[in-house]
C-alpha cells in the first residue's frame, strides 16, 4: 500500500521560499502522475502542480513561474519549490499520486504567508 508522507510546511513572509517534500513508502518509477493540490479554508482543493511520467508538467496559473514541481526516482520523493510566495499561496498542501486507478494522499502539510 503506498503511503504518502509530507514536510517543510511552514511560516514564511511574502516573497519568501519554501520547499515541500512528498516521500513514497515504494518506488515512484512506475507511477504514472505525481504530483500537489492545495486547500484554503473555505474554499475547494485544487490542482497546484502535477508531474507525468514521461517528463510533462502541469501547473495552476496562479502559482506558472514561481512554483516548480520535480521528482527524484531514487529518493521515491516528489519536490514543489515555491518562490515569491503570497498570502494568497496559504494552504494546506496534499501531495498525490495516481496508481493504476487509484488516487493515494498525503495528510497534508500547512503552509502560511504572512504579509
Known amino acids: 500500500q503506498l503511503q504518502l508522507v509530507e514536510s517543510g510546511g511552514g511560516l514564511v513572509q511574502a516573497w519568501g521560499s519554501l520547499r515541500l517534500s512528498c516521500a513514497a513508502s515504494?518506488?515512484?518509477?512506475?507511477?504514472?502522475?505525481l504530483g500537489w493540490y492545495r486547500q484554503a479554508p473555505g474554499k475547494q482543493r485544487e490542482l497546484v502542480a502535477m508531474?507525468?511520467?514521461?517528463?510533462?508538467?502541469d501547473y495552476a496559473g496562479s502559482v506558472k513561474g514561481r512554483f516548480t514541481v520535480s521528482r527524484d526516482n531514487t529518493e521515491n520523493t516528489v519536490y514543489l519549490e515555491m518562490n515569491s510566495l503570497k498570502p494568497g499561496d496559504t494552504a494546506v498542501y496534499y501531495c498525490?499520486?495516481?496508481?493504476?486507478?487509484?488516487?493515494?494522499w498525503g495528510s497534508g502539510t500547512q503552509v502560511t504567508v504572512s504579509s
Open positions: 515504494v518506488s515512484i518509477n512506475s507511477i504514472n502522475a
Open positions: 508531474l507525468v511520467r514521461g517528463g510533462s508538467k
Open positions: 498525490f499520486a495516481d496508481v493504476d486507478r487509484s488516487r493515494f
